[in-house]
């Protein structure tokens, strides 16, 4: 199993160091844009991996970076083309977050310090590592500073012991509904502190808004992770509807939709699913809040009128149903019909 360990940078001996490896690399980022650019430009084939790293041969002596770094800008910059299916990517400049990727042979791990490209960096040791480091990165968040990221590879995790299987609603004011009836209520991190993050920039006080806009972000991955952490270990089968957040962040929702963030949700339930051998299935909640989960008749409330019905009842079997608990037992049943097809 791959993970990611994050550290902390003592950015206040050596923050000045590490921008400047960072410009390098937006050189060689840019350097690649150009390339791609000037392929466009006179309809030539477009620059691959290895062509780019033809073209950067010996800059690293001259940027003051490691080999493999330069050759990890040019692989991650036609990963992330052929990613977002771009034919040019942007610019990266001095208000860039900061980035230096590295692989295992261009750093040294001792203890608290890492050593990269001769110099070196002490960062907070929160925990061990636990096997060999394979590559990462030194990155930089919105408040300027500065992590070390290491890719480790490390025994699997033992499998989870639970025996439950979650059908999950996402909503807004609800994060989750499971179809155990038990609800996961939206902490509302953003909302609640919206009118101080618009008084900061008002007052043009651009430090103390990033500093809370990052508070936010950070308490609502830590609450993301707990959630996750206890579902993945309670549950067997985890079944979520395929809503597209991405969508919904166009209408007039988008900031109640980025402050619930499902597509984090989601992204931590898949991959500690993975972790502890838990199927883990994404369906289409389609028609979940129409069907009675009871009988399988459709006349549930619809449309936008439908939206303040909380609670109906069947006209088939005369069921009373919660809106939100029907539609994750509705969406259990489908993870069944899906695993049971396959």
């Not at 308490?219 to 991405?246: A, M």
Request: charged fraction near 30%; hydrophobic fraction near 30%; charge should be positive.
């Amino acid at each position: 199993m791959i993970r990611t360990f994050q550290y902390r940078i003592k950015d206040s001996t050596c923050g000045a160091q590490l921008n400047k490896l960072a410009l390098a690399c937006n050189q060689v980022w840019n350097f690649c844009n150009e390339s791609q650019e000037h392929a466009l430009r006179w309809d030539q084939q477009w620059p691959t991996y290895q062509d780019l790293c033809k073209l950067t041969t010996g800059s690293s002596k001259e940027l003051g970076l490691h080999s493999q770094t330069v050759q990890a800008v040019c692989e991650q910059y036609e990963t992330r083309r052929k990613q977002f299916k771009k034919r040019k990517l942007r610019w990266r400049g001095k208000r860039s977050p900061g980035w230096i990727p590295f692989k295992a042979s261009g750093v040294k791990v001792v203890d608290d310090t890492v050593r990269y490209a001769g110099h070196t960096f002490r960062f907070w040791k929160s925990r061990e590592l636990p096997g060999p480091v394979k590559c990462g990165s030194f990155s930089q968040d919105s408040r300027k500073r500065w992590y070390v990221n290491f890719v480790v590879e490390m025994p699997e995790a033992e499998a989870t012991t639970g025996t439950k299987h979650i059908g999950i609603d996402l909503g807004l004011k609800t994060l989750a509904t499971c179809s155990d009836g038990r609800k996961i209520e939206a902490p509302r991190w953003y909302r609640n502190q919206q009118r101080r993050i618009a008084e900061h920039q008002r007052k043009k006080r651009s430090r103390q808004a990033r500093n809370l806009q990052a508070k936010i972000a950070n308490r609502r991955k830590d609450f993301l992770h707990k959630e996750s952490d206890r579902l993945t270990k309670e549950c067997e089968l985890i079944v979520v509807g395929d809503v597209c957040s991405s969508k919904l962040t166009k209408t007039n929702m988008a900031k109640s939709v980025n402050d619930a963030g499902w597509a984090m949700f989601k992204t931590l339930l898949s991959y500690k699913a993975i972790a502890r051998k838990v199927v883990y299935r994404e369906v289409s909640e389609k028609l979940s809040t129409q069907t009675c989960s009871g009988c399988g008749a459709i006349g549930g409330p619809k449309g936008r009128e439908g939206l303040g019905i909380r609670e109906w009842v069947c006209g088939e079997c005369n069921v009373v149903h919660d809106r939100d608990v029907n539609a994750a037992l509705n969406i259990l049943r489908l993870g069944h019909q899906s695993l049971a097809l396959k």
